[in-house]
């Protein structure tokens, strides 16, 4: 008995430490060439993979649409039943334990579909849809809707926006180990699948691990974009991004040398300022209308501020 303990123990390590290197990242793209394909393992880029782990159904990156900067990371129209796949995967770990969070912006133009699902274990072999397929204007049949068609609360239905970008955040609670796990899940800033809910298909399925999100492209009618990817196991480190202008902030100047001003229409709560690894290296409660952030001591680079007012979080980045 204590032989098979020991067999498992060993295939769990073995299974789990390929990209257990893999705990956060931030990925605007901008490092990479237009046009170029976007896959290494292991490398600068070593989260983005593809199904068969060689690189032969990468994406790229592209000028067409960007949320910010030049590039996003597309995935173009294929056809899988003649041979040509386009099949990028974003390696998040294969997590079976802590608490992880995923956003992400996307872009889903008119008369186009897209689609993605998580998958419980990379490199991939024979795949494992964890919640089923989460397709977004399936077979241009739902043109602004969007689907979670296996989740343990049956299939669950979305709206989304095509023609301009829009939010993803997710994130996962496995502190309790794989076979308790509890996902959440929004689109656009709409909850879509609550705190709390059991990371398992309708069956109670209990998947391997969190591996990974599978970018298939599902036909030749497919075409969608994707930027800011932000992994973290902080809820706040990125948590529930989206425009300031939103929440009616402003924040200036951008590139920033010394002082960022901010405000508000509302009085700001609390003000946090993290790197691109997800630490935060200043935070500060407010209660006002306005407020001045001294970041001259602040190394050169990208940075996400994150602005709470009236109990409501938005965060952009900024660049010093």
């Given at each position: 008995m204590k032989k098979i303990y020991l067999f498992l123990l060993l295939a769990v390590c073995f299974t789990f430490s390929t990209n257990a290197q893999i705990n956060s990242f931030f990925d605007d793209m901008e490092s990479y060439t237009d046009g170029a394909e976007v896959c290494s393992t292991p490398g600068p880029d070593q989260w983005w993979i593809d199904w068969f782990s060689d690189c032969s159904t990468a994406g790229s990156a592209s000028s067409n649409q960007a949320h910010s900067g030049a590039l996003s990371f597309y995935v173009r129209p294929s056809d899988p039943g003649g041979g040509d796949v386009i099949d990028p995967v974003l390696d998040l770990g294969n997590k079976i334990f802590g608490t992880w969070y995923l956003s992400f912006w996307y872009y889903v133009p008119s008369g186009r579909e897209a689609y993605f699902n998580i998958q419980g274990q990379t490199p991939i072999a024979g795949g494992e849809w964890v919640v089923g397929n989460i397709p977004f204007n399936g077979?241009?049949?739902?043109?602004?809707?969007?689907?979670?068609?296996?989740?343990?609360?049956?299939?669950?239905?979305?709206?989304?926006?095509?023609?301009?970008?829009?939010?993803?955040?997710?994130?996962?609670?496995?502190?309790?180990?794989?076979?308790?796990?509890?996902?959440?899940?929004?689109?656009?800033?709409?909850?879509?699948?609550?705190?709390?809910?059991?990371?398992?298909?309708?069956?109670?399925?209990?998947?391997?691990?969190?591996?990974?999100?599978?970018?298939?492209?599902?036909?030749?009618?497919?075409?969608?974009?994707?930027?800011?990817?932000?992994?973290?196991?902080?809820?706040?480190?990125?948590?529930?991004?989206?425009?300031?202008?939103?929440?009616?902030?402003?924040?200036?100047?951008?590139?920033?040398?010394?002082?960022?001003?901010?405000?508000?229409?509302?009085?700001?709560?609390?003000?946090?300022?993290?790197?691109?690894?997800?630490?935060?290296?200043?935070?500060?409660?407010?209660?006002?209308?306005?407020?001045?952030?001294?970041?001259?001591?602040?190394?050169?680079?990208?940075?996400?501020?994150?602005?709470?007012?009236?109990?409501?979080?938005?965060?952009?980045?900024?660049?010093?």
């Open positions: 077979g241009l049949a739902t043109p602004g809707q969007g689907q979670i068609d296996n989740s343990a609360l049956g299939a669950v239905n979305f709206n989304f926006p095509h023609d301009q970008w829009f939010s993803i955040y997710m994130g996962w609670d496995i502190s309790a180990g794989i076979s308790a796990a509890t996902w959440f899940m929004e689109v656009d800033g709409v909850t879509v699948i609550p705190a709390g809910t059991a990371f398992t298909d309708s069956g109670g399925t209990v998947p391997t691990a969190l591996g990974g999100l599978n970018f298939f492209s599902v036909s030749g009618d497919n075409e969608y974009y994707i930027d800011d990817v932000n992994y973290c196991s902080s809820g706040d480190c990125f948590g529930g991004i989206s425009d300031l202008k939103a929440l009616g902030v402003s924040m200036y100047p951008n590139p920033v040398r010394d002082r960022l001003n901010i405000e508000a229409r509302e009085a700001i709560s609390n003000v946090a300022i993290y790197n691109l690894l997800g630490q935060q290296v200043y935070t500060s409660k407010v209660d006002a209308l306005s407020t001045t952030i001294d970041m001259s001591q602040m190394t050169s680079g990208a940075y996400f501020v994150q602005v709470e007012v009236n109990g409501r979080k938005a965060t952009d980045k900024i660049i010093k």
